[in-house]
């Protein structure tokens, strides 16, 4: 069992869609969440990054830990072509452990 | 840009040919990271450097070689490689205040280098 699964996707949405991408995780020791975003022939850019349960907002992004499911969300409100990339989650038991990647969800939003 | 610049862009290679990926960060970090990155598969870390000191080896084969002269210079020496060795690699970097063998201060990557091997 991965210790990081997300659903590939693709996911194809409308421009103005509101976008949930979740990843589900086995390691109850994990205290650290992100989400990082990757265009194509780029490398990862962090985008959320979250300590334990509960929500961060940042602009159009909200992500949202449920550490009692083991469950990490992101949501994109009011998405934007801008947008289309593929979207890693991570998660980290310490400040000074590896991150643990899951392998990614394609968004493509169609203007 | 991230400030972290990998070369070359582009490789193809023999299974008997000898080559080297290069990575530079320009941001002042002394924490430095090489990822492997396939279709269908989550990233996978592969070395670790922490003040130019190798912290971790994720079990990587031999026909990987890490080399890091400095904190702004992570080299990725390949020889011998198999057809499964294609795949995106990726540089990272980060300013490791814990201590640790891997930090989670933001990590800024590299555009990667994509190698292929026939």
């Known amino acids: 069992q991965k210790e990081v699964e997300q659903d590939p996707g693709p996911l194809s949405v409308p421009e103005g869609a509101i976008v949930s991408l979740n990843c589900t995780y086995s390691n109850s020791a994990f205290q650290y969440f992100m989400w990082y975003r990757q265009y194509s022939r780029k490398g990862p850019e962090l985008l959320m990054y979250t300590y334990s349960s509960g929500n961060k907002e940042d602009g159009r992004f909200t992500a949202q830990v449920d550490k009692s499911s083991k469950y990490i969300s992101l949501f994109i409100r009011d998405s934007q072509p801008s947008d289309s990339a593929t979207y890693l989650c991570?998660?980290?038991?310490?400040?000074?452990?590896?991150?643990?990647f899951g392998e990614g969800t394609q968004l493509t939003v169609n203007p | 840009e991230t400030g972290v610049t990998q070369t070359p862009r582009h490789l193809v290679m023999g299974m008997t040919n000898k080559k080297s990926l290069k990575c530079e960060q320009h941001l002042g970090h002394n924490a430095m990271y090489w990822y492997k990155q396939s279709a269908k598969k989550p990233l996978e870390l592969m070395f670790v450097?922490?003040?130019?000191?190798?912290?971790e080896n994720n079990s990587v084969p031999s026909r990987f070689s890490p080399e890091c002269p400095n904190s702004s210079h992570l080299f990725l020496h390949l020889h011998t490689l198999q057809p499964e060795d294609s795949a995106l690699y990726l540089c990272?970097?980060?300013?490791?205040?814990?201590?640790?063998?891997?930090?989670?201060?933001?990590?800024?990557f590299g555009p990667g280098t994509r190698l292929t091997v026939l």
């Open positions: 450097y922490n003040f130019k000191e190798q912290t």
């Open positions: 990272a970097s980060s300013q490791d205040r814990s201590g640790g063998a891997v930090s989670t201060d933001t990590q800024y």
């Open positions: 991570a998660g980290a038991e310490t400040s000074g452990s590896r991150l643990t």
